[in-house]
DNA sequence: TCCAGGTATTTCGATTAGGAATATTACTAA
DNA sequence: TTAGTAATATTCCTAATCGAAATACCTGGA
């Protein structure tokens, strides 16, 4: 959230969930409502933030939020000293091709392929959202994660790719002789 | 954690975590042991499990748990049926790059390179793992992911050295005059 | 004038994380 | 033989988070 703000804009709760969804898409999740409007009254009482409602002719009021100094420190020492994390990853399609023996081979297919499908329909994304470039040289950064989210999502769409030429070798695999009891013996 | 036990094994709570965090980890993540434990209770009150106290001598107890017909029907159902979401991704290294703004450029290389290791570490992971290909049929469906995530960790390292050279490129540019009030009206 | 859709914020229950607490057993080294 | 620590096994608790709905107002178009 602070990040959001460190562009220096004045933003809502709501503009900061818009901006951050459509921002953060293609690396990052958004926050629900619910958590950044309570934590916009967090970072207000923790001197990170100030608000003032904006009380435009004929508008309804609403709370605009801007970063402050503190908060501009707070963030810029998050960014630089806290360790690196390694990224999170939830593959609910790799976890399905775990579970293979599950499904039917030609299902498995289908679903390797609107996977693929996804992927490049993130790729078609990122090359839109990356054709604005900009010469704010404080872009500059956004514009490269959006030419790694590119690159990332060619990546998976290859990969996927690859799985489905996997998928065909093992159907084509003479099966070995079952083993008795081999199934009960999987942990060891 | 239905998706563990079809695999046919009788699992304690303990067994289930510790081989989620060993099987999953290179994409999906583990559940805590609340978690585990609270749903292990629910799923046999689904009629999904069945579990039985184990009692080995000088052992002190512990509950497994096994899968019923019920249960491999549910799994089977979700695994074909349930819509193929995109996979969750929330990359830290890429929260940071895009608000390179806020780092001194070495400090960002050094975030990206400690990155690169990491997917380095991965990439060897996966290929010890994948080391002992079974006969066993239906570990076929994990090696094949297993197979994946080589590739994908690979693709990680790789990207991760594309944007240090995208890095030394923006270093290298030459800075555009900065427009008065830029950055105020970044959000047009 | 009516309705749909966008803006803006709050509320609530359910889920999940994640760590501490609690025991017991197994292994290792002094 | 004993002390210590690592691993096994489960529970408990608080805080974080989701996500969906509720509320309400404004705008533009049919």
Redesign the interface.
Known sequence: ML?LL????ELSGYDLKKWADW??KF???SPSYSQIYGELKRLEKAGYALSRVELTENTRGKRVYTITDAG?EA??RW??DAP?????????????????????PE?LRE?II??RD?AEKMIRLARADAEGAS????????E??L???Q??YE??R??AQ??LA??DE?AARP??K??PG???R??E
């Open positions: 990040g460190s562009f220096g804009q921002s953060l690396f990052y999740w501009r963030v810029r960014a630089r690196v994390e390694p990224p999170v990853l939830k593959h609910g399609v790799m976890l399905r091709v775990w579970l293979g023996h599950l499904l039917e299902r679903i609107q996977h996804y010469e704010i040289p404080a872009w500059a950064y956004p490269m994660v030419r790694w989210s690159r990332y990546a998976e290859d990969l690859q799985m996997d998928l093992l099966r070995p079952p083993v081999a199934y009960t999987l942990r």
